[in-house]
DNA sequence: AGGACGATTAACT
DNA sequence: GTTAATCGTCCTC
């Protein structure tokens, strides 16, 4: 397997580090990751991002130094995770939105009891985060730390021409950005579904 | 103190 | 194709 990713390399402009994240693997434990979908999200000059309205005790990870872990918790049953990328205090960071589980599927499975086909495994935001057994206690971890349980290395060489980009899932604002970042033909890339999905109170 | 809403998923028809 | 589930976070009193 690559060589663990430095803090230099998440300190590079988030949307340059998005799409070389792809294809890099994820390892938690026994189970491992191959990314094939991200987002960035560009801190304050981005309105879909969390941390476009200053820091709170939920996003200050975002506005420390690259290479820390960010999870959220959202819809009330899910977590998400993040890499915190770019220049010290830009706040910025990457969705990590699917991957190909590549090891230890047992102990994935076994954390996504509902899961029915193994490509479903960390198909999607909250299902990647899930199989990896990210929660919000793992937020603000240091992925260059030695010793950290959530490492992330270069994977074998990505074909850039698969590289593909779009507009981000999920979001209501700033759709207009082609901030999503994914390889052509992975059957773990999560169908798009575009915008909001607004069902409570319905403004319009 | 109260309320709106979400960087979603699973289970339906 | 549709929709319920579910609660932390943040904004507005």
Redo the contacts with the bound molecule.
């Keep these: 397997m690559g060589a663990r990713l430095s803090r230099a390399f998440f300190a590079s402009p988030v949307l340059e580090v998005a799409p070389d994240l792809l294809g890099c693997v994820l390892t938690s434990g026994s189970v491992a990751v191959r990314i094939t979908e991200v987002?960035a999200?560009q801190g304050l000059d981005?309105p879909?991002?969390?941390?476009f309205?200053?820091?709170?005790?939920?996003?200050e990870v975002?506005f420390g130094p690259p290479g820390f872990l960010?999870v959220?918790?959202?819809?009330?049953?899910?977590w998400?995770a993040?890499l915190v990328c770019g220049p010290d205090g830009t706040a910025s960071?990457?969705?990590l939105?699917?991957g190909e589980v590549i090891g230890g599927a047992d102990v994935a499975r076994e954390r996504?009891p509902?899961?029915?086909a193994d490509r479903?495994l960390a198909?999607?935001?909250?299902?990647?985060?899930?199989a990896l057994g990210l929660t919000?206690v793992d937020s603000g971890l240091d992925l260059c730390a030695p010793g950290s349980p959530l490492t992330v290395r270069s994977g074998s060489t990505v074909d850039t021409a698969l590289v593909r980009n779009g507009p981000?899932?999920?979001?209501?604002?700033a759709t207009e950005r082609p901030w999503r970042f994914w390889l052509d033909g992975e059957p773990t890339v999560?169908t798009f579904?575009p915008g909001?999905?607004?069902?409570?109170?319905?403004?319009e």
């Design positions: 987002e999200y981005d879909a991002s969390h941390a309205r200053g820091p709170t005790p939920r996003t975002m960010y959220y918790f959202t819809y009330g049953m899910h998400c993040n960071a990457v969705l939105r699917a996504r509902a899961c029915k479903d198909r999607g935001p909250a299902r990647l985060a899930s919000g981000r899932v999920g979001i209501r604002v999560s579904r909001a999905l607004r069902k409570r109170g319905d403004s």
